[in-house]
């Protein structure tokens, strides 16, 4: 299995300030004949589902706002939100999808400083 | 556009089976080549991976839990199912049903259910 690492385990920032945080995956995750790192990110607000924030690692999903944004390749990669806004208080969390099982990290929660 | 919806028990006795079904509207879960999938979440933890089945019935499990698990898909009634037998404490958690993108079954989860709360106690 694919062991999915997040770092820090939370972080606080102030409002309009730039939140980052890391995943790091136990094996690399980019395919080579495509280029492609089969990475995804999810925002999880207090009682609610997961949201597909960013997929193929820096693909923003429809409608995610710009301010957030997936770098990274191989087995590093980071979630940055380029100005924090009250609403993006919520658990983070990395998903590789490079073979099964399909697995998670174990989230960053991002709160406001 | 597509809206999932868990329902089922939410309370489940020690060693019975856990069965739960997730609705598909606003789209059909047997036209096209969508793989579909459930995800639990125990209480304040991270996600885990279930298991999933194709439009055609294919499936796929998490080996940690393929023993005890099996999902269907119903494209009568536009839904698939999870059973999840010889439940313990340890199963209690939220479970979300979601539809994996991209049309392939090694994906990630563009579409979530809200989720439903299952406890296992007797």
């Known amino acids: 299995d694919i062991v999915m690492t997040q770092s820090p385990d939370s972080l606080a920032v102030s409002l309009g300030e730039r939140a980052t945080m890391n995943c790091k995956s136990s094996q690399s995750v980019l395919y080579s004949s495509s280029n492609n790192n089969y990475l995804a990110w999810y925002q999880q607000k207090p009682g609610q589902p997961p949201k597909l924030l960013i997929y193929w690692a820096s693909m923003r999903e429809s409608g995610v706002p710009d301010r957030f944004s997936g770098s990274g390749s191989g087995t590093d990669f980071t979630l940055t939100i380029s100005s924090l806004q009250a609403e993006d208080v919520a658990v983070y969390y990395c998903?590789?999808?490079?073979?099964?099982?399909?697995?998670f990290g174990g989230g960053t929660k991002v709160e406001i400083k | 556009q597509l809206q999932l919806q868990e329902s089922g028990p939410g309370l489940v006795k020690p060693s019975e089976t856990l069965s739960l079904t997730c609705g598909v509207s606003?789209?059909?879960?047997?036209?096209?080549?969508?793989?579909w999938g459930w995800i639990r979440q125990p209480p304040g933890k991270g996600l885990e991976w279930i298991g999933t089945?194709?439009?055609?019935?294919?499936?796929y499990y998490n080996p940690s839990l393929k023993s005890r698990v099996t999902i269907s898909v119903d494209t009568s009634k536009n839904q698939f199912s999870l059973k999840l037998n010889s439940v313990t404490a340890a199963d209690t958690a939220v479970y979300y049903c979601g539809r994996l993108g991209y049309s392939r079954r090694e994906s990630y989860f563009d579409c979530w259910g809200q989720g439903t709360l299952v406890i296992v106690s007797s």
């Open positions: 089945v194709s439009y055609s019935g294919s499936t």
């Open positions: 998903q590789q999808y490079y073979s099964s099982p399909l697995t």
């Open positions: 606003r789209g059909s879960i047997g036209s096209s080549s969508d793989y």
